[in-house]
């Protein structure tokens, strides 16, 4: 089983920057892609990056590349999300996500609002 815990949302202005973290438990992360979603008031929830087990690929949403950078640090098993050049439209909840022996792992999120 995977336990995977966010952090590192809060308000931002238009224009700002925030790093999101996900905190993985047990020793197979480092195995498993990783992925970010965010879900906005009233819409359903949308893929936005995501990074193979080894670092070697990422891939991202049209609309936050050249932004956002995903990483990871596997000897910590966390992730992340560097979000640079924020927009109102990227206000949502975030979610960390991995699938793992066929199963799909959420955190519970972490809230991004970005206003002036």
């Known amino acids: 089983q995977v336990q995977l815990v966010e952090s590192g949302g809060g308000l931002v202005q238009p224009g700002g920057s925030l790093t999101l973290s996900c905190a993985a438990s047990?020793?197979?992360?480092?195995?498993?892609?990783m992925h970010w979603y965010r879900q906005a008031p009233g819409k359903g929830r949308e893929w936005v990056a995501t990074?193979?087990?080894?670092?070697?690929?990422?891939e991202y949403k049209d609309s936050v590349k050249g932004r956002f950078t995903i990483s990871r640090d596997n000897t910590k098993n966390t992730g992340y999300l560097q979000m640079n050049s924020l927009k109102p439209e990227d206000t949502a909840v975030y979610y960390c996500?991995?699938?793992?022996?066929?199963?799909?792992?959420w955190g519970q999120g972490t809230q991004v609002t970005v206003s002036s």
């Open positions: 996500n991995t699938r793992y022996r066929s199963l799909n792992y």
């Open positions: 047990g020793s197979s992360f480092r195995l498993t892609n």
């Open positions: 990074i193979t087990s080894d670092s070697s690929s990422t």
